[in-house]
């Protein structure tokens, strides 16, 4: 990977990475497109990026030391991913097919505040509702951010949202959820979540940590443990994946379903993530 500085802008060379997929497979919520550019909100700071070629790409509002410091974990890119995508081709044909078809999608490691509210958020929405929702919550109780004209608004901090009411974020729209992000920003304020300490633990003793968290089950709980808390070997399941996984494997059992997910050891997560962004774009009519 090399790394050059320009005046606006630092360019990125050498590194493969799909933004069509990563941005927009369901593990993050902050990104859109805007004709050749990709734009979001990451460490409080709008954030341009602007691909060249397969394997070039502009990053604009970043300093070389801060892609070195935050884009270079966020986009995944310390791991060896031409040695992960190689074990997953060879599992299964349609996992083959998927990783040959997304081949450049990154696993994103996100902040895991943001992740975690994110998630709840999350249930039983759409993503473009989803996206609504939390682009609501920033501006009510984000701080307003600008680059090159750009407006946009930070997420919120637990500051923010400790100080917030239930009711108040109701009118956001959020409904029952308004209950579960009050209950777990509290649990954070209060040190019963310390997402530090999440990291060291073992994955099936952070999924009931988290779970104590008003509204978070198994599924919520492992998309933060997957997209925020680098514990890859968790593969997020609900009642849609159940249902892929029948169709286009033919498991109608937990315990097939548990010995597939084992199959993969620590690469579940990234499995997860080709596979079923491949399925909801290419699902059998």
């Known amino acids: ?48 990026i602007k691909p060249q070629d397969e394997d070039t790409f502009d990053i604009y509002n970043c300093s070389p030391d801060e892609f070195k410091k935050s884009f270079y974990w966020y986009f995944d890119l310390d791991k060896d991913y031409d040695e992960i995508l190689e074990k997953l081709s060879g599992h299964d044909s349609i996992l083959k097919e998927a990783v040959e078809k997304y081949r450049g999608m990154r696993l994103l490691n996100q902040e895991p505040f943001e992740c975690m509210i994110s998630f709840i958020i999350s249930q039983n929405n759409n993503i473009k509702r989803i996206q609504l929702l939390i682009g609501r919550l920033c501006q009510a109780f984000g701080k307003k951010i600008t680059y090159k004209g750009y407006v946009s608004w930070s997420f919120p901090t637990i500051e923010s949202l400790w100080s917030s009411s239930i009711d108040s974020l109701k009118l956001l729209g959020l409904g029952y959820r308004a209950e579960y992000i009050k209950d777990a920003v509290e649990k954070v304020k209060n040190g019963l979540i310390n ?19 008003k509204g978070i089950g198994d599924k919520v709980a492992d998309c933060i443990l997957l997209y925020s808390l680098q514990k890859y070997n968790v593969f997020p399941i609900d009642v849609w994946v159940k249902r892929a996984l029948k169709e286009y494997y033919g498991f109608k059992t937990k315990e ?18 080709f596979l079923f962004h491949y399925i909801r774009n290419n699902h059998k009519k």
């Open 1 to 48: 990977m090399n790394i050059k500085w320009y005046t606006d802008f630092i360019r990125i060379s050498g590194v493969h990475i799909d933004f069509d997929a990563t941005f927009f497979s369901g593990q993050c919520f902050r990104w859109k497109k805007m004709d050749d550019f990709y734009i979001g909100v990451v460490d409080e700071k709008i954030i341009f």
């Open 195 to 213: 997402f530090d300490e999440l990291i060291d633990l073992e994955v099936q003793k952070a999924r009931r940590v988290l779970k104590t968290i």
């Open 256 to 273: 097939q379903i548990k010995d597939f997910v084992d199959s993969f050891g620590d690469l579940a997560g990234y499995a997860q993530l």
